[in-house]
């Protein structure tokens, strides 16, 4: 099919010349006007100028244009364009600031895909300019969909999001860790929206604030200083402290938001905050939680210790402290003892330098304790 194909049906042009009536219509290079005093329509597109036409006029350049027409149906009524984060979400799935109306038609008859986080979400188009969508991890990109478990149900993304491929629960909707196996298909456009919020809420919301410049901003200072109870200790954290958390738990390897806040309106975070394409408005739940252990950590004052290791000792040491920051503990083979984080090199290892009371090289935590 192409933009060329398009059908017309009789309701569609009935509401368009209802809405000309009403007043003019300039939508995506398509603009139409009734002049009430000269009872004619006036017909406009990129491809063609028409005026003085009959009612009889208008049909016959409406069907012949059609792809413009119903393209306007799609985001005025089908849509619903009292949601503009869904219309410009939309809008965006299928490039439409970048194509004409009839290019994006061409496209959308084979499919047009776009990436949202780990989501892989392809728009198509029939021949009466009706949208739908298709829905999966975008790791399932190239599996064939009767192989992934069909879904209907924008409100399924939930239970979908809410363990890991290993069946741990995912505190952060957004981390980088959905489970593969799904396919959502035939959704609307409605539906579209609301399986992605679902998946990851407010991504949408966010997405077009910042688009059109109204993003609020709650910077690590507004967000810690207005925690109350037992996170109310989070504000003792220095800028090095926040620019450390920032590096833990917001580059894209463990969440797929953009950090946007910084630590306040004029002292910019060093760490990185990611290339992801909906922005983080302020500290989630998450992190400031996580941060509120910090801040007990951080009231400890640093000790001098002594400890007996061989350099291969504290090499495994650091192999150990990256294994798990990264999560490959479960990726390192049993029999790949060249690997410091090797469960076997582990075991050896506190066999041989962890004492009966827990403590690295017979070293106790606390030494003035331990001599009373
Ligand atoms: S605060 Fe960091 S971890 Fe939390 S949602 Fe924002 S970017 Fe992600």
Redesign the pocket.
Known sequence: MTADDVVLSAEVFEAFRTAIADGPIDFDDLYARYDHETERFEFETTETTRTGLSEAGLHEAAEEYASYITNWWFVSSVLDDRSPDRVGFVRWLEAASEHSVPARYDALASGVSRSWGELHITATIDEFGDRSYELRHEDDTNVSADSLDAHSNPLDAREIGTFDERDRYRP?R??PSLPTGWVFSDLSAIEVCETVDTFYPATIANWYRESDGTLDIDHWRDTAERQTGIYGIIDELDEAAVNRI?AS??VDS??????E?EYDAETELAAD??SGVFP?R???S??VAAARKWTTLEREEPQTYEFELTPSEKEQLEALIDAVADDRTDDIREADVYEGANRYRARYLREKRIDEHGNLSGTPTHPEESEE
């Open positions: 952060l957004t981390a920032a738990c917001c463990q969440c797929l938001k953009r950090r806040w905050g990611g983080c302020e500290p989630c998450l992190v």
